[in-house]
């Protein structure tokens, strides 16, 4: 029976002892603290999330049984506009973790000076295990006990873990049938037809290639000159990869869970690209062109290039490896790609570590745009969604680096001082009610 | 957990291996098993504790020597230093870099929030425990000139970079010595 099936398996997940994610935050609140004057009182603030609800989910079953999932939602702040994040389905989901998420979409929206707060959401449970028809009646009474919290003004859920365009659809559907009126901002990531943003598929891969591009122009570096590869050849990889081969650069190596490739004179991407759509799986395996060899994951990270993209999955650059990569700059297309002691490793060898939470931050300023258009009821060209993708994320990489260089800090540390400070500012301007 | 931001990237691996040495040292010092020694300090008793602790702080100052970076001497000092700690002591412990970084910190920060998950996963006794290590990062080594006073009287150097390089006749490599520190 799936669904008794997703609710076992949740309860295994949950009972994983891992290190309390919130804590993991509020250790790194702490570390900026050390460079900021932020009051005591603001920071009491800045510690704790606005909100937490957390939800008992009934669902029946295809078979007719009934099981009851849990699901959070919680608001960090809103201090700056409209909680911003997105909903996951997963057996691991806690109520800490959530929180830890939502602290961190706070800073991130602040990061790019985005008018949103920072929210999060998520039901423990193992979708691999449920039905369509489960995941759609799970997603559909989860809108219905997180509603008295979610809206355009209020709260904007996105996808996120194992959610989909699919249950974005639902969501709006749901919040439209309660309220009685058409509500598209509601989410971001729904499909283009209910009120999506074009361009939003390719937003995250379009904003890396903006700030490598933005950090070669800061270090005087000729993008003609550049060597590049990219670690994950998926929607942020292939995507940054061809875009900086179209920019001038020459993508040198590409990589999926399939394997790893080297073309010393560059890869046609749009080639690999073709083949990539054609293959079963959606695969590098069997990649095969003029100049092209196999090479393992570890030479990909390793090879003689200028910029190394990790971007695929957590924990690729380690201490085992870190001293091994010969790229000057490290931009992290992917969430936590470089584990601490590799962070500290490439500290030391001066390479530049463009942080995750600046370089992949496409998606969420791409979703800001679809919300934009939502509520302008005015659907923009993909083109004007691109320019301003562009401009906001070079403002972005600018401040941070004004930063780290003012502060003699790292640009990973710099990042989440500009972030926190900002959400400081605006509680401090607003004051505290009443 | 998946798709998290880096700053939630967990030194888990690192600090679970950090963990299992120092039990592995008690199950020696006492010539007991593994799982006679975590029932032991499970119940709290204070020697074992204490053992667990002072074995903590050396695989501390090997893991750190063994990155081959920034770090030029570790110290351990206070309770831990004379095994006289308690199940709720902390670990006193000096590092020394050549120059302050934020990145020693993040580190140093996610090792003691891994190490505290293990405790607390070992104790309920631990439950309330926030925190267990104390480093203090300076620049300046405390065996240079005179002892400070407070707690940098008399600490213990548990891994130093010139005895490492006076023993391997080069600096550390990072990538060969991580793993098997």
Known sequence: ?434 | MRETPSSFVPVEASARQLFDRAIDHCRHRTGTTREATLERLRVGDVEQHATLRYALAKELGRYLGGLGVSFLAIYVYGSAMTESSSPCSDIDVIVVVDRHRDEVDRLLRGLDLALVAYFRELSPRSSAMSSLLDVHVVEQDPSDGAPPGGPFTRPICLWRLSDALSREGSRPVSSASIGAP
């Open chain 1, 1 to 434: 029976m799936s669904i008794e099936n997703a609710t076992r398996a949740a309860a295994l997940g949950s009972a994983d002892v891992r290190i309390n994610p919130y804590e993991m935050m509020l250790q790194q609140l702490d570390l900026v603290r050390e460079h900021t004057e932020i009051s005591d009182g603001i920071w009491k603030i800045l510690r704790r999330p606005e909100r937490a609800l957390e939800v008992s989910v009934p669902v029946v079953g295809d078979d007719g049984r009934t099981e009851v999932f849990t699901g959070y939602r919680v608001q960090y702040s809103s201090v700056r506009g409209p909680c911003k994040g997105g909903i996951r389905f997963h057996p691991g989901v806690t109520l800490d973790e959530v929180k830890a998420l939502a602290g961190w979409m706070t800073w991130k929206c602040a990061v790019v000076n985005v008018p949103y707060g920072g929210g999060k959401g998520g039901v423990e449970c193992d979708p691999s295990r449920l039905t369509r028809g489960e995941i759609e009646r799970l997603t559909r009474r989860y809108t219905m006990m997180i509603y008295p919290l979610i809206g355009t003004r209020r709260d904007i859920p996105a996808p996120d873990v194992n959610t989909s365009a699919d249950v974005m659809n639902w969501i709006v559907d749901t919040a439209g049938v309660l309220s009685g009126e058409a509500v598209p901002g509601i989410v971001t990531g729904k499909a283009l037809e209910l009120g999506g943003a074009a361009g939003r598929r390719e937003a995250t891969g379009r904003g890396v290639m903006f700030v490598t591009l933005g950090v070669l122009e800061r270090l005087g570096i000729d993008v003609s000159q550049v060597r590049v590869a990219v670690q994950g050849f998926g929607n942020v990889g292939s995507v940054a990869a061809r875009l900086l081969q179209e920019a001038g650069a020459t993508v040198v190596g590409i990589s999926d869970v399939s394997g790893a490739y080297h073309c010393p004179e560059g890869f046609d991407v749009a080639d690999a690209l073709r083949y990539v759509e054609q293959s079963p799986g959606r695969l590098l395996a069997g990649y095969d062109a003029r100049g092209v060899e196999e090479i393992t994951n570890e030479e990909l990270l390793g090879l003689d290039v200028d910029v190394l993209i990790p971007a695929a999955l957590e924990a690729q650059v380690t201490a085992a490896n870190a001293g091994n990569v010969r790229a000057n700059i490290v931009v992290e297309g992917a969430n936590g790609p470089t584990t601490p002691e590799a962070d500290l490793i490439l500290a030391e060898r001066g390479v530049v570590v463009v942080p995750d939470i600046l370089a992949n931050a496409g998606g969420v300023v791409c979703s800001y745009f679809e919300w934009v258009q939502n509520i302008q009821c005015f659907p923009w060209e993909e083109q004007e969604t691109n320019q301003r993708l562009g401009r906001i994320l070079q403002r972005a990489l600018d401040e941070v680096w004004e930063v780290s260089s003012a502060r003699k800090v790292s640009l990973r540390l710099s990042a989440f001082l500009l972030g926190v400070e900002r959400v400081a500012t605006a509680i401090q301007l607003r004051g505290i009610f009443p």
